[in-house]
């Protein structure tokens, strides 16, 4: 009896090694049910049209059906916090811009998540500069142009955003420190209210996106004068970069996947595998590229760097520029 007793302990024993070299039986179904993309911002603008362009592609990669779920709010936490309190088991995934890597220095208390604890890295998908632009009546024509004249008209020059602490507010105070400039901020609700202000000169200064900007300077209503990012963008090839213009700013739009923290390591390479795939589609190619988007492609760890980076540059602007929080 002893005997027979030993044997089953030794045969569990070696039953247990076994499993544990394989890889979880869960793993090896993923996926075999539906997905849920969630997407921390409302219909509209830029995310909602690029979620809705990756998510068939990514169905058909991973062989199961792909849903875009709209979950706003909150300049995005909503979104994010749900997510990172979702099961870790790859069928709910959130699709999130830089904005994430502002949530845990300007919504620390408010937030619900951070994104270096609370969620997975998976891939970083494109990126694009924002572009400092100003009034089509304020009489600069370059970034050097703008820097002399505010130097010389203290207090006179005015930037808009859409509220104190907001991503565009950072981004302009970054170039003021970088520039050597103090410009008065004036916070608006919303960017649309910002870009009418510019439109009339009640401001002078502003941040846009390509697709917000680029048609009102076409249309000589607002001038573009730089891109954000170190390199210039293909759809405005004759705009230089601040670095260019003399002024040390890299900063830029981009869109990433997240899955909730303690998601399975082979989930998270299944994800990142198609996402790598799908961003090298020629029409998925096309259309980031109309919106004025570079491509990216990332393992998991080079964008949980990225985000770390940019954290730690929001919190020295907020220190630097004694930025009230909530």
């Avoid at 070299?21 to 995310?47: E, N, T």
């Avoid at 979702?86 to 300007?106: C, E, M, Q, R, W």
């Avoid at 200064?205 to 293909?234: C, H, M, Q, S, W």
């Amino acid at each position: 009896m002893l005997l027979k007793t030993m044997r089953a302990c030794a045969a569990a024993v070696v039953a247990g090694l076994i499993s544990l070299s394989l890889p979880a039986q869960a793993d090896d179904k993923f996926p075999s049910q539906p997905i849920r993309l969630v997407l921390s911002y409302p219909p509209g603008g830029v995310m909602d049209p690029v979620a809705r362009l990756l998510a068939p592609h990514l169905a058909d990669e991973l062989g199961q059906p792909v849903v875009v779920e709209n979950r706003p709010g909150a300049s995005g936490t909503i979104g994010a916090a749900y997510v990172s309190r979702a099961k870790p088991d790859g069928y709910t995934i959130l699709f999130a811009p830089n904005g994430v890597s502002l949530h845990p220095v300007t919504m620390k208390k408010i937030a619900g998540y951070d994104v270096r604890t609370d969620l997975q890295s998976v891939s970083l998908v494109a990126s694009g500069p924002y572009l400092l632009v100003v009034s089509a009546k304020f009489p600069v024509n370059s970034v050097p142009e703008l820097i002399d004249y505010v130097k010389k008209n203290p207090g006179k020059v005015f930037y808009g955003t859409a509220g104190t602490a907001s991503p565009l507010h950072l981004l302009t105070e970054l170039f003021g420190h970088a520039a050597g400039i103090n410009m008065t901020h004036v916070p608006y609700q919303g960017n649309g209210p910002v870009v009418k202000a510019l439109l009339s000169n009640e401001i002078q200064v502003g941040f846009d996106t390509i697709p917000g900007a680029r048609a009102l300077a076409e249309a000589g209503r607002l001038k573009i004068l730089a891109v954000t990012t170190t390199k210039r963008n293909a759809s405005l090839p004759d705009t230089p970069t601040l670095e260019e213009s003399g002024v040390d700013v890299d900063a830029s739009l981009w869109q990433a996947f997240f899955l909730p923290k303690g998601t399975p390591r082979p989930i998270v390479d299944r994800w990142n595998a198609a996402i790598l795939k799908v961003l090298q589609i020629p029409e998925v190619r096309e259309r980031m590229n109309g919106y004025g988007f570079d491509l990216e492609g990332t393992t998991p760890e080079a964008l949980a760097r990225q985000i770390e980076r940019e954290v730690k540059q929001w919190e020295d602007v907020v220190k630097r520029s004694d930025i009230a929080l909530n």
